[in-house]
């Protein structure tokens, strides 16, 4: 009997879903047929490219009322939210809207002597290792400019969302993709590590946490195969003392505590300024005991479990190492808190940066609060950290706003917002977070390489 991989359901520790991983062989196997498919599907014209992988978007999106569900059973999500597809098909539809400039030839110059230009060439078969937090959003970042750059892919999700990988390339067969052009896998670890090991990928693209990125890094060390990874984040707010309150408040809370703090770019820690920080507190701590934690599949739920008992112990452990060394917890244990996957939603005040909860990823519904008096105190305290995602500044004064996002160590710097991803921009970040970008039209540069042409005409 082979290995299995099992979605363990958060709502009741029951298992979703179960699939066997690919042999060492039919994985090889897998890869050679996307290889063997990939130069037929770059031949194919780019506005045919773009329209098959919107069709697919689309497919995905006839799909919703079965997937909704699906990811509460998997991921805990509340039915209420209604799924990613918005996102989903933004993403994809903002790649298509630009692919044709972002893949343009760049022209250097043309005389009666020489023509010369660089093209972009895609890197031919791109493998894509999405995580389960937001598992459409996330793996379409690649999938669309991947696919219309005239890669094919190969997708391994996670396993808390194992379904996901298989309902997209249903959707994308369903509308014309080959087959062997977008293929879903079901791998272990060890075997992933080998194929990347043996160049079985052209390039590797990786969201999810330090550790699994840096075991991409070392499975593809010497072999020259590019890996992007956007891997954790300890994501800060800094509430200046213009700022709208109220929207602060609202935005910030919400980045911190949506999707129980499972976002990637989710805020984890809070810098008020001093004339704001009690008023602050008091509005951020009446929204949290406004939410109601229960089963994610009934509507009244608006924050549901953690994904997994073990993501949840973690940040119970955070919490109850910030609250030993002086932390003041300010929202009393919830009736559903199970001690499980079941987690009260935490803000914290008297933190410092000594204590985890400050420092490491917490990826989970807690957020630290913390007094500053300017400018500098906030931007040493925000740089503070092995991570770089985002920053959300909230000031009324967009110059202010840029000459502190100036002086931050991040990816991304939001001004009266937060954990959004806008696909004209680069998605991307510095320090632990990892290296690489997506969307945008950088997205795509990161997608295929350069090739120059130089061309003498006259020889005589």
């Known amino acids: 009997m082979g290995q299995t991989l099992k979605c363990i359901s958060p709502i009741d520790g029951s298992v979703f879903a179960e699939r066997a991983v690919l042999s060492r062989d039919e994985a090889l196997a897998t890869a050679e047929r996307a290889h063997a498919a990939q130069a037929a599907w770059a031949a194919r014209p780019l506005q045919e490219r773009i329209d098959l992988v919107m069709a697919g978007v689309a497919a995905v999106g006839e799909m919703n009322a079965e997937i909704v569900p699906e990811l509460a059973h998997m991921m805990g999500r509340p039915v209420r939210y209604g799924g990613e597809f918005g996102g989903f ?74 379904l996901v990988g298989e309902r997209m390339a249903q959707a994308f067969h369903s509308a014309g993709v080959p087959q062997d052009v977008f293929q879903n896998v079901f791998l272990d670890h060890g075997t992933t590590s080998e194929l990347i090991a043996e160049r079985a990928f052209n390039f590797v693209n990786f969201t999810g946490s330090v550790g699994g990125g840096q075991a991409m890094e070392r499975a593809a060390a010497g072999t020259f195969v590019g890996v992007g ?20 408040v609202d935005t910030l809370i919400d980045g911190a505590m949506f999707n129980s703090g499972q976002c990637c770019c989710g805020i984890e820690r ?29 509507e009244a739920t608006t924050i549901g479990p953690m994904a997994n008992v073990r993501f949840a112990d973690e940040v119970r452990s955070q919490i109850a190492e910030a609250v030993d060394a002086g932390a003041v917890a300010h929202i009393e244990t919830m009736v559903e808190d199970d ?36 400018d500098e105190e906030a931007i040493t305290l925000m740089n503070d950290s092995d991570f770089g995602l985002t920053a959300s500044l909230w000031t009324q004064d967009v110059e202010r706003a840029q000459a502190v ?16 991803l806008d696909p004209g921009l680069c998605w991307t970040g510095c320090k632990d977070t990892g290296r690489g970008g997506g969307l945008s039209a950088i997205g795509f540069h990161n997608l295929t390489r350069p090739k120059s042409y130089h061309l003498k005409k006259v020889t005589a």
């Open 229 to 248: 990874t956007e891997l954790g984040g300890k994501d800060p707010g800094y509430v200046m003392e213009d700022a709208d309150l109220d929207a602060a």
């Open 339 to 374: 001690g499980g996957a079941y987690l009260t939603p935490q803000i914290l005040t008297n933190v410092t940066h000594e204590m985890r909860v400050m420092r490491e990823e917490s990826f989970g519904p807690v957020v630290g609060i913390m007094k500053v008096s300017s």
């Open 270 to 298: 809070i810098y008020v300024h001093e004339s704001l920080y009690d008023a602050f507190l008091e509005k951020a701590i009446a929204i949290v005991k406004g939410y109601k934690l229960g089963n994610p599949l009934e």
């Open 405 to 420: 996002g100036d002086q931050i160590e991040t990816g991304t710097v939001f001004m009266n917002r937060a954990d959004y």
């Open 89 to 162: 098909n933004e993403r994809a539809g903002h790649m298509a809207k630009i692919a044709e400039e972002s893949l343009a030839d760049i022209e250097v110059g043309e005389d009666a002597t020489f023509k010369r230009y660089i093209k972009r060439i895609p890197h031919g078969v791109v493998f894509v290792v999405a995580p389960w937090n937001y598992p459409y959003m996330t793996a379409i970042n690649t999938v669309a400019p991947a696919l219309i750059a005239g890669n094919v892919v190969i997708l391994k999700h996670a396993t808390q969302t194992l």
